[in-house]
């Protein structure tokens, strides 16, 4: 612990000022909304799980049918 203190001191005061005005800051959001976040974060996650798997579906069928179509037609050589 005092080698946190011993660090800060050698900061000019405006650093040490803006480093526990950001610490306080933050430490107080997550105070308030860490649970909030959290699980904000776990929604988008899982969103764009769900969202990544239904269009990698649709552009398969897209290029099966594109495939398809393309098989139809036989080849003259």
């Known amino acids: 612990m005092e080698r946190d203190g011993e660090q800060l001191s ?3 005061a405006l650093e040490t000022e803006g480093l526990r005005f950001l610490h306080v ?3 107080s959001l997550l105070a308030t909304y ?3 976040i959290v699980f904000s ?3 988008l996650y899982v969103g764009f ?3 990544s798997t239904r269009l ?3 552009r398969q069928r897209q ?3 594109a ?4 098989g139809e037609y036989p080849v003259i050589t």
């Open 10 to 12: 050698a900061r000019p």
């Open 25 to 27: 800051t933050v430490g």
């Open 34 to 36: 860490g649970w909030y």
């Open 41 to 43: 974060c776990i929604l």
């Open 49 to 51: 799980q769900k969202l």
């Open 56 to 58: 990698r579906a649709l």
């Open 63 to 65: 290029l099966d049918r």
């Open 67 to 70: 495939a398809a179509a393309v």
